[in-house]
């Protein structure tokens, strides 16, 4: 982060780290997404992000301590991307984003489900979700909570009804 800040106000250092579509964007795709290489999150984002954009993202948010990046032992010009603990904590705070954004904006079935999951089950559900994501990121014990999974079950659940839907229509 910048040495100069415009305030010592919590909400505006926090939008200096965040306050970019691009950055939560990211974040959101490692945190729900599971997507930990740079070419997952380039070809796998909905919304398109442009190569430069994502590099210069990657970049921005391991300087700032909201991933880490190592190289990928598996091949020598990967690395891998992973949530530190300070934006696995930005889960509730994501899931409200989603939840406000459910309710305020015309979202598509199948994109807003977690989002809807997320806030019905709260405070606990967000909890597991962390555990899991340290567990994930972090080297920590795995929990036996699975919220990734449940998310992702009810994602292609609205996938395959949304298909047979339109497969009617036709």
Same mark, same amino acid.
């Given at each position: 982060?910048?040495?100069?800040l415009?305030? +010592?106000c ?8 965040? +306050?970019?579509?691009?950055?939560? /964007? ?7 997404g %599971? ?8 070809? #796998? ?8 954009? =994502? ?9 700032? +301590? ?7 032992p598996?091949?020598? #010009?990967? @690395?891998?991307?992973?949530?530190t ?6 889960v509730?705070?994501?899931? #409200? ?10 979202t598509?079935?199948?994109?807003a /489900? ?6 019905? %089950?709260g405070?606990?559900?967000? @909890? ?9 990121? =972090? %080297? ?12 992702q ?14 497969s009617?229509?036709?």
């Open positions: 982060m910048s040495n100069t415009r305030s +010592g919590p909400i505006n250092l926090t939008l200096e780290l965040l +306050g970019d579509r691009w950055s939560l /964007i990211v974040l959101r795709d490692v945190m729900f %599971g997507r930990r290489h740079y070419r997952e999150l380039l070809s #796998q984002s909905e919304e398109g992000i442009a190569s430069n954009v =994502l590099a210069d993202r990657l970049k921005r948010l391991v300087a700032n +301590g909201l991933l880490s990046r190592v190289d990928d598996s091949h020598k #010009q990967k @690395a891998v991307y992973s949530l603990e300070p934006s696995i904590q930005l509730p705070l994501m899931a #409200q984003i989603g939840a406000w954004g459910r309710r305020h904006t015309p598509t079935p199948a994109l /489900i977690r989002a809807e999951l997320m806030e019905a %089950g405070p606990e559900m967000w @909890a597991a979700l962390m555990d899991e994501l340290r567990a994930i990121h =972090l %080297g920590a014990p795995p929990p036996a909570r699975r919220v990734s999974a449940e998310l079950a009810a994602y292609e659940k609205v996938l395959a009804e949304t298909a047979a839907d339109v009617a229509e036709s």
